[in-house]
């Protein structure tokens, strides 16, 4: 039968050849920061790197969709916890994760969120979280659209203005490219508050 994730990845991708490619990445961007596995990345790659100029509409097209898909997150946490977001947790195995967060939104608030949005971090874990500790919704959305924004911007950029080749070299180094952006993001936070 072969790995049931490696399926849902090819059929993600098969998408990048078809003409609804836009609107399977946008639906894949609401259902990836909700419940589903396969991050959006994996069709925003291929569908920037067959169009470069539309890079940054596929971008757009991305984030508009994860920000409603944490929307979705978001709802599900609040009033549909213990019916629906306790079962994806535990589908993913993100237990440990999720009983961390409360005390990371506590300390970091819109920033735990930002750099779950924008790193490998189970973004879907934050959205649901967020709805179930009852984070502020505005700055749930702001840090959201920031960190998420951020992510797949950079990626729809460095296909544009570097041309197809990057592909191979985001898809190699895209966590190792994340850890270093959200030290820099940190260390700039840090400033900020100590320096500045």
């Known amino acids: 039968m072969g790995n049931p994730i490696r399926r849902l990845y090819d059929w993600v991708l098969s998408f990048a050849e078809s003409r609804y490619g836009s609107w399977a990445l946008f639906l894949i961007a609401v259902a990836e920061s909700s419940f589903f596995p396969i991050p959006p990345d994996v069709l925003l790659i ?8 539309r890079s940054l509409f596929f ?9 409603i898909g944490g929307v979705l997150g978001y709802i599900i946490g609040v009033q549909f916890y213990d019916w629906i977001g306790q079962p994806i947790i535990e589908f993913y195995g993100a237990q440990h994760h999720y009983n961390n967060v409360k005390d990371l939104y ?8 930002m750099i779950a949005a924008f790193t490998p971090i189970p973004y879907k874990v ?10 502020n919704f505005w700055v ?4 959201s659209a920031a960190g998420r924004g951020a ?7 460095l296909i544009r203005w570097l041309g197809p080749e990057i592909k191979g070299f985001i898809e190699r180094y895209f966590n ?7 030290i820099l993001l940190i260390g700039g936070f840090v400033v900020l508050k100590y320096v500045i």
């Open 126 to 135: 934050f959205t649901i979280a967020a709805g179930t500790f009852h984070i």
């Open 106 to 113: 506590g300390r970091w608030d819109a920033m735990a969120v």
């Open 176 to 182: 190792l490219l994340t850890v270093i952006f959200v």
């Open 46 to 53: 291929a569908l920037a790197v067959g169009a470069p100029e």
């Open 59 to 67: 971008a757009g097209v991305t984030t508009v969709g994860s920000l």
């Open 140 to 143: 749930f959305m702001l840090a």
């Open 151 to 157: 992510r797949f911007f950079l990626v729809g950029a």
